[in-house]
């Protein structure tokens, strides 16, 4: 069984700039989580998406949001970057929302902001 | 929500010796507790976890234990090998709060041949 993907790997963007970024999960898994990965901050949760909704937030500012199609597939969107915003973002999956389940990550996609 | 510290941050071992990861976390809420192992390059790769309603678990080289009462959890890594040596990061996650997890800062292992 394939794992999750994530496309592009690698993104270089101008301050103001938006972008956005692609996250296929597990076949079968229905719930998409995305996470933040700097040096000064560690993995910080973004969000969580199940049957297209989104079932939980983290501390991230408005410019940061996502969403899920009907295939669970997920994409974040991340608007007027800002130099902060460099980091690896992981996404992750797992069979079910709703109650604590085992996630699998992808191998990131890492953003530079210049 | 969660605060998850982990220690130590930095861990050298020879190969063959054992290594051991520790995390405290601060809700006792919480009910699930994975441990990921990140190369470089790569995104965190599940190795181990534990439900609260457990104490220890192993899997071949690789052992977790969990104290609910001093809401402390471990990694035991035996017989290392230099493929072991990765970033380790300990997680958390509140019971009915979906799959949202506190992660610690991590441990970069180094297991020298």
């Known amino acids: 069984k394939a794992g999750v993907t994530q496309t592009p790997r690698y993104l270089i963007k101008t301050r103001g700039q938006q972008v956005t970024l692609s996250c296929s999960p597990i076949?079968?898994?229905?719930?998409v989580s995305w996470y933040q990965q700097t040096p000064g901050q560690g993995l910080q949760f973004l969000f969580e998406?199940?049957?297209?909704?989104?079932?939980n937030k983290g501390n991230f500012p408005g410019r940061f949001s996502g969403r899920q199609f009907s295939n669970s597939r997920s994409e974040m969107n991340v608007s007027t970057l800002e130099l902060g915003d460099s980091a690896l973002y992981l996404c992750?999956?797992?069979?079910?929302?709703?109650?604590?389940?085992?996630?699998?990550f992808g191998p990131g996609t890492r953003l530079t902001v210049l | 929500g969660e605060n998850v510290e982990q220690h130590p941050s930095t861990l050298s071992v020879q190969e063959g010796d054992s290594a051991v990861i520790k995390c405290t976390y601060s809700?006792?809420?919480?009910?699930?507790f994975p441990w990921y192992k990140q190369e470089l390059g790569k995104g965190p790769q599940l190795i181990i976890d534990?439900?609260?309603?457990?104490g220890e678990k192993k899997d071949q080289r690789i052992a977790v234990t969990l104290n609910k009462t001093a809401k402390h959890f471990s990694l035991h890594i035996t017989e290392t090998q230099p493929e072991d040596s990765a970033v380790y990061f300990c997680a958390a996650s509140i019971r009915n709060t979906g799959n949202q997890f506190y992660f610690g800062t991590g441990t970069s292992l180094t297991v020298i041949p």
């Open positions: 992750a999956s797992s069979l079910i929302a709703g109650k604590t389940d085992t996630q699998y």
């Open positions: 534990i439900r609260s309603n457990v």
């Open positions: 076949s079968g898994h229905r719930s």
């Open positions: 998406y199940f049957s297209e909704t989104q079932r």
């Open positions: 809700d006792s809420a919480s009910n699930y």
